[in-house]
C-alpha cells in the first residue's frame, strides 16, 4: 500500500497563478484532510472532508477551494495565489471514526 | 479542544528514555489525549492515544494523571531516528469527523 500521496512535490507559482495540489490514499478511508505549515509552527486545518460528497472549513479556509472527487482522491485548489499561501501542504485521511490520521509526504508550495 | 501546553525543547541521551511532559488543565471528559510526531520535512505520525488510562504499544507508553490534567509520553530507549517534534493534542470528535488541532509542540533532541 502506498498509503496518502500528494502531488506535486514542489511547486513555485507567481502570485495570481491557479493551481491544484492532488491527494490520493489506498486505505479505503472515509475522512480525508488539508493542512498547511508555516516555518517554526504547528500544522493549521484548511479543509475536511469527514466522508465522500462532503466538505467542511477547517481554521484557514480563505483563499481555497476543495473537492472530494470519489472516496480516494480529495483535491485543494488555490484560485488566485498570494505569497501569504507560501507554505508546506500536507493531506492526511483517517477511519471516519478512527483515532489517528495517516498523512502524506507535504507539497512544498513557493508563490512569488 | 482544550488547550495544551509543552516545553519547546528537551536533549535525550541515546538509549535513555526520553519523558515528554504536556499539561492540558481545561481537558473535558470526553477528549482524548493524542500524540503525533513530525520528523523533519515529513508528515506527522501518529503515535499513541488515551483516555483515562495508562497505554502503551510498540512505539511508547503514555501516562496520564488520575486528574486528567498531564500527560506523559515516554519513549523508553530513545535512538537517534527519535529525533523530532512532539505535538501532544487533545481532541474531541466534532461533525462525524475528527480535526486535529496542532501547536508548536516539542523538539525533542537525542543527542550520540
Known amino acids: 500500500n502506498a498509503g496518502v500521496t500528494q502531488t506535486p512535490k514542489f511547486q513555485v507559482l507567481k502570485t495570481g497563478q491557479s493551481m491544484t495540489l492532488q491527494c490520493a490514499q489506498d486505505m479505503n478511508h472515509n475522512s480525508m484532510y488539508w493542512y498547511r505549515q508555516d516555518p517554526g509552527m504547528g500544522l493549521r486545518l484548511i479543509y475536511y472532508s469527514a466522508s465522500e460528497g462532503t466538505t467542511d472549513k477547517g481554521e484557514v479556509p480563505n483563499g481555497y477551494n476543495v473537492s472530494r472527487l470519489n472516496k480516494r482522491e480529495f483535491s485543494l485548489r488555490l484560485e488566485s495565489a498570494a505569497p501569504s499561501q507560501t507554505s508546506v501542504y500536507f493531506c492526511?485521511?483517517?477511519?471516519?471514526?478512527?483515532?489517528?490520521?495517516?498523512f502524506g509526504p507535504g507539497t512544498r508550495l513557493t508563490v512569488l | 479542544d482544550a488547550k495544551t501546553t509543552q516545553p519547546p525543547s528537551m536533549d535525550c541521551a541515546e538509549g535513555r528514555a526520553a519523558n515528554l511532559p504536556c499539561n492540558h488543565s481545561?481537558?473535558?471528559?470526553?477528549?482524548?489525549v493524542y500524540w503525533y510526531r513530525q520528523i523533519h520535512s515529513q508528515g506527522p505520525q501518529y503515535i499513541i492515544h488515551g483516555l483515562k488510562n495508562n497505554e502503551t504499544n510498540e512505539m511508547a507508553s503514555l501516562i496520564i494523571t488520575e486528574d486528567r490534567k498531564s500527560s506523559t509520553l515516554i519513549l523508553p530507549h530513545a535512538t537517534l531516528r527519535d529525533t523530532a517534534v512532539y505535538y501532544c493534542?487533545?481532541?474531541?470528535?466534532?461533525?462525524?469527523?475528527?480535526?486535529?488541532?496542532f501547536g508548536k509542540g516539542t523538539k525533542l533532541s537525542v543527542i550520540p
Open positions: 481545561t481537558i473535558s471528559g470526553n477528549e482524548y
Open positions: 493534542i487533545v481532541r474531541s470528535p466534532v461533525a462525524g469527523s475528527y480535526q486535529l488541532t
Open positions: 492526511a485521511s483517517s477511519e471516519q471514526r478512527g483515532p489517528n490520521q495517516f
